[in-house]
């Protein structure tokens, strides 16, 4: 029998899968559509930096990492991007060549649980929905910490998190159990990021209660959610 670890991440890899098959990143009208608001506002808090590291944590095909990298155009720059689905890293490989930025572009397939982040290695270390994708409470703390420890002094943390999440069919509104390994309240993770980066200069600390839709293996899911958004600078 299958682990709920094991059923969600089937259930996701599927989604994701037929989210990156059927759309292309920058010309659809789904969440692919561009780079996040937070994350193109960050980088011009960079723009006078000559070399640049980052790291995207569950990068997905890149729709930010690869927005990240054409800032560094004519500059040294290298996006570390982490993804547990080969397709996903596959796909971000096709998009940094499309967009002249493979050289930039450094995709590794694996999970967060398993990268080892180098200590005061990157400039820039982001984490856009992905981080309540890790095993359990006890790794996304972990994960945090580890986040911590890779941002170099001036350097900029983002993460975007997922919290409360409900879910239910889209057509009948049958209730369905959230396909989120890690579900915890707005106010835990907030609690969880003020702890980790205590110390930290907060750029940005909100929470917004969004809905949307998500294609499921024989229907669409209608997600409800209070998605967190931390940014905090290390000075
Ligand atoms: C909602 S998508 C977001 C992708 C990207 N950050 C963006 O904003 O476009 C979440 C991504 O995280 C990846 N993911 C989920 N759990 C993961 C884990 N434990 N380790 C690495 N990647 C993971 C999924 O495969 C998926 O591509």
């Not at 050289?103 to 981080?131: H, Q």
């Amino acid at each position: 029998m299958k682990s709920r670890i094991q059923t969600i991440r089937e259930s996701e890899r599927l989604s994701h899968t037929k989210i990156y098959t059927d759309e292309e990143l920058y010309h659809t009208d789904s969440w692919l559509s561009k780079p996040i608001k937070t994350v193109r506002e960050i980088m011009e808090l960079f723009s006078g930096y000559e070399f640049f590291r980052a790291l995207d944590l569950g990068c997905g095909v890149g729709r930010n990492s690869i927005y990240v990298a054409e800032c560094f155009k004519g500059k040294e720059c290298l996006v570390d991007c982490v993804d547990l689905l080969d397709i996903a890293i596959e796909k971000l490989n096709d998009n940094a060549k499309a967009h002249g930025v493979s050289e930039r572009i450094n995709g590794i397939a694996g999970t967060i649980e398993d990268f080892e982040i180098a200590k005061d290695e990157y400039d820039f270390i982001m984490a856009v929905s992905a981080l309540e994708h890790v095993e359990s409470e006890e790794r996304f703390l972990c994960a945090l910490g580890s986040i911590r420890d890779g941002v170099r002094e001036n350097g900029v943390v983002c993460m975007v998190i997922n919290s409360e999440v409900s879910e239910c069919d889209s057509v009948t509104k049958e209730p369905l159990e959230a396909q989120f390994e890690v579900n915890l309240s707005a106010d835990k993770v907030l609690a969880y990021v003020d702890e980790v980066f205590r110390g930290w200069k907060v750029i940005k600390r909100t929470v917004s209660r969004q809905e949307y839709d998500v294609p499921r293996e024989t229907a669409v899911s209608r997600l409800s959610t209070k998605v967190v958004t931390c940014v905090a600078k290390r000075e």
